[in-house]
Every structure is written in structure tokens, then in C-alpha cells.
């Protein structure tokens, strides 16, 4: 057996002893209305009609997206099923993205909406990217992190403030960062 049918071997055997470890996906209580209390907290400016409709998007989106990305597995073994190519799409990034594009496509006009990496200067832990949404013209390190990869399709949400797992920076500065402009020269 040649070394990448060997690799597909072992990461496929790895595959299975971290799904036999894992619980399987359970569904969340809807917390749109704990979400839409928290958004409405941010700033006196938020208005309650757009707080009510970014949970109910935040919480929709996360279902939809779950469904869409056949998650059936906690997030690291559907990474790993994703790196693989038997999944479509689940990675951080995925979410981040998807969840971010569609509350940027209802047009708050008091809510902003940021994306987030973290680990990125973390040699032993991977990046993580996640969508936030906070009050409009205020920083993201004011907002609300809005996260459905970490709990397997299931939105988990704080404040960023209060989010300890993960040290939130803005995703333009970590990629400012890792990936500086060099200059052209003839």
C-alpha cells in the first residue's frame, strides 16, 4: 500500500474512534428570545425589531446551515470528514462565512456585523474564525460571538466579553498579520 492510501487508512480509522468517543448531535432549545434580550443589551441605539430578526436569523441560519453541511458529528470529526472530501462544507470558516454573509444580507441598520479569528498566533491550537454582530459603530470586543461550529450546528452565543474559551481578534488584523503586503519591486 502506498503511503497516501496508507494516510486515507489511518485518518479514517482515527475518524471512527473519535465518533465512537463523541455524544451525537442533540437539538437546542430555541434561545431567540435570551438572544434578541442580550443584542438589545449592547446599546440603547439597537433598535427591537432588528435585535428580534438577527436572532431569529441567527438561530434559523445555524439550523439551515447544519442541514446543508450533513453535520451529524461533533466539529472535529466533521472537519476531519470535511478535509477528507465526504463532507461539503463544516469547517469554522464555513460557518463564520455563510452566518456572516446572510445577517450582512438583512441590512441592520443599527447592528453591525464582524468577523473574528482566534489561535492565530497559537502554534498548538488551531484557528478558529466565528461571525459577531454588536451595536452599530461599535468595536466587535463590544458585541456578541455567534458560533454554531463549536457545538456541532447548534448556535452557541456570548458576549465577547464574556467568551473565555477563545481570544477574539479582528479577522483583518490576523490576516494583516500572517500575510503582509510585500512590496513589488522590479
Avoid at 10 to 18: G, I, P, Q
Avoid at 81 to 103: I, Q, S
Wanted: aromatic share 8%; glycine share 4%; proline share 7%.
Amino acid at each position: 500500500m502506498h503511503w497516501q492510501g496508507l494516510s486515507r487508512l489511518y485518518s479514517a480509522l482515527l475518524l471512527l474512534a473519535l465518533a465512537a468517543c463523541s455524544a451525537p448531535v442533540i437539538e437546542q432549545p430555541d434561545g431567540t428570545e435570551r438572544l434578541t434580550r442580550a443584542i438589545l443589551a449592547l446599546d440603547p441605539s439597537v433598535d427591537p425589531g432588528e435585535a428580534a430578526r438577527a436572532a431569529d436569523l441567527s438561530y434559523a441560519h445555524a439550523r439551515h446551515l447544519s442541514i446543508a453541511y450533513e453535520i451529524t458529528d461533533p466539529p472535529l470529526v466533521h472537519n476531519t470528514k470535511v478535509n477528507m472530501g465526504l463532507k461539503p462544507r463544516g469547517l469554522c470558516w464555513h460557518w463564520a462565512e455563510d452566518m456572516e454573509t446572510r445577517l450582512v444580507a438583512a441590512n441592520f441598520r443599527t447592528l453591525d456585523i464582524h468577523r473574528a479569528i482566534a489561535n492565530a498566533d497559537n502554534p498548538f491550537r488551531i484557528d478558529h474564525s466565528t461571525a459577531l454582530i454588536s451595536a452599530r459603530g461599535q468595536p466587535m470586543n463590544r458585541g456578541i460571538v455567534l458560533d454554531p461550529w463549536r457545538n456541532g450546528g447548534r448556535l452557541f452565543w456570548s458576549t465577547v466579553e464574556d467568551d473565555h474559551r477563545y481570544d477574539w481578534q479582528p479577522q483583518q488584523k490576523v490576516l494583516a498579520d500572517k500575510y503582509p503586503l510585500t512590496p513589488i519591486t522590479d
